[in-house]
């Protein structure tokens, strides 16, 4: 079993950064890949980034060049810098580990205009 536990989420103005960290109870080494969802009010959830073990980073088109995915392998820890934050981004972000595959319980980004 694998506890992940998002923090970094919070009330930023639109044009501003926040950072994002997932810390895995395991070495994220031996899961195959770490991912951020978002959900916002009423919507599905939707992928925004994944690293795989290999350091192989993706992300969704709307998101790439705003959104950067990184680890920290020592301190078990994904993050997710998401720089010039827009209304729309207001979702709790959820931390998703594939193989084997747990959720957290995610954190609140509200973005205001």
């Known amino acids: 079993q694998v506890q992940l536990v998002e923090s970094g989420g919070g009330l930023v103005q639109a044009g501003g950064s926040l950072r994002l960290s997932c810390v895995a109870s395991k070495s994220i080494i031996s899961i195959a890949a770490m991912s951020w969802f978002r959900q916002a009010p009423g919507k599905q959830r939707e992928f925004v980034a994944t690293i795989t073990n290999g350091g192989t980073t993706n992300y969704a088109v709307s998101m790439k060049g705003r959104f950067a995915i990184s680890r920290d392998v020592a301190k078990n820890t994904v993050y997710l810098q998401m720089n010039s934050l827009k209304p729309e981004d207001t979702a709790v972000y959820y931390c998703?580990?594939?193989?084997?595959?747990?959720w957290g319980q995610g954190t609140q980004v509200t973005v205001s205009s």
């Open positions: 998703k580990s594939f193989s084997p595959t747990y």
